[in-house]
């Protein structure tokens, strides 16, 4: 949006990049019972391995991949896959997405850094969204930049929106009865020093987004391809269908 119209800077790839695969996946059950969200297949592929391959196409160095629920299944999956770039960061307790970033710092190293939530599905548009963070990635005016879905395009999905952005691409939360035009992907770049007051134990990265707004540091790109919201075994079917017999909308949105 905003971002593309600016002069074009050096576009840096982060380094490093963590796949939050430790929840429970409660509104998943009673598949996640047994299976991590993340390792669910759809077409052919665990939503983790095709995290791990639109990040290795980027050209990211390394991945942590975070770890609780049914911790066994995702580790055991990635030593078997036998990468050094792949590094596992394990939660003996719940750390929720905050917490679990925080924990997984020593291993990501001081530079931004993508996060990449477990359960995220995406079709890259006219780029990859993220090679379109990097190359928006401005670390003096950002601490938080978050790949945002417009509303109108989001498929099997009916809340009232997450975010809204003001003409400089800053956000801003939606107002609490009211709906606001973009949902935020789970796909991000952060700078690690947002960190540096976080709570100890479990928090949500909600509260390095808030941390952020207040100080309008928090931005926003919005995609323009697909992103599959994959919550309960219904949405699961349904991007499972998509993949298998084709992508509506087709790709890009706009």
Known sequence: ????????????????????AAGRGERMLPLTERIPKPMLIISGSTILDRAIEHLFKTGIKK??????????????????????????????????????????????????????????VWVDGMKSPLLRLAESWDPEIMDVLLMLAPMSGVNNFHGLGDFTMDQLGRLSRRLEKNVAPFSYMGISIINP?????APDGAFSLNWAY???????????????????HISTPTDLELARNRFTNGHSPPVPFF
């Open 210 to 228: 808030d941390h952020a707004i207040k100080s309008n540091r928090l931005y926003g790109v919005v995609h323009d391809g697909l992103w599959y």
């Open 1 to 20: 949006m905003f971002l593309d119209t600016l002069p074009a800077r050096p576009c840096v790839i982060p380094d490093s990049a963590i796949i939050l």
């Open 193 to 197: 020093a947002i960190f540096t007051d």
């Open 63 to 120: 991945i942590v991949v975070n770890t609780c629920h049914l911790a066994s299944n995702i580790e055991e999956h990635i030593m078997a896959l036998n990468d050094s770039r792949l590094l596992l960061s394990s939660e003996k307790d719940p750390l929720e997405t905050g917490g679990g970033v925080k924990k997984a710092l020593p291993l990501l190293g001081k530079e931004a850094f993508y996060v990449i939530n477990g359960d995220s």
